[in-house]
């Protein structure tokens, strides 16, 4: 079994579509291991998004990420990795392939439902910068 963390992103709280995409995920085989809503700090994100931080459009996406509370997600599946970035779509959404969820619900690079770690490490990572041992649960 593999984990991995997931943002639900500002634009997703906002249109109240959080159920939606976490429908999508468990009705994939995908398990909820550890869930909670969060307001993402500067230092948290700009520790998140280091790399990123240096580019000039990075106040942008801290702004946009810092403007309202995000759910936090630890997805736990085989290859849960690589299935939640295929059922999510390209980052931009403008380009991600029909039938994906940010085609569906996202707008743009930015505005794009959730953040999902792309590989094992950033997810270990990840995982340990959003939650504690104890927050996380298996079955």
Do not use: W
Request: some cysteine.
């Amino acid at each position: 079994m593999q984990r991995t963390l997931i943002l639900l992103k500002p634009d997703t709280v906002d249109k109240r579509i959080c159920g939606t995409v976490i429908d999508r995920f468990e009705r994939a085989g995908l398990r909820i291991c550890g869930c909670k809503m969060i307001q993402l700090t500067p230092a948290v994100l700009k520790e998140h998004y280091a790399h990123i931080a240096a580019k000039p459009f990075y106040p942008e996406v801290e702004k946009f990420m810092g403007s309202l509370p995000v759910i936090a997600l630890v997805l736990e599946a085989e290859d849960a990795i690589a299935k939640v970035r295929d059922m999510l779509g390209l980052t931009d959404s403008r380009k991600a392939a029909p039938g994906t969820i940010r085609a569906e619900l996202g707008v743009d690079q930015m505005i794009n439902v959730a953040h999902a770690s792309d590989s094992p490490e950033a997810a270990e990572a990840e995982v340990k910068r959003f939650f504690t041992k104890e927050e996380l649960f298996a079955y």
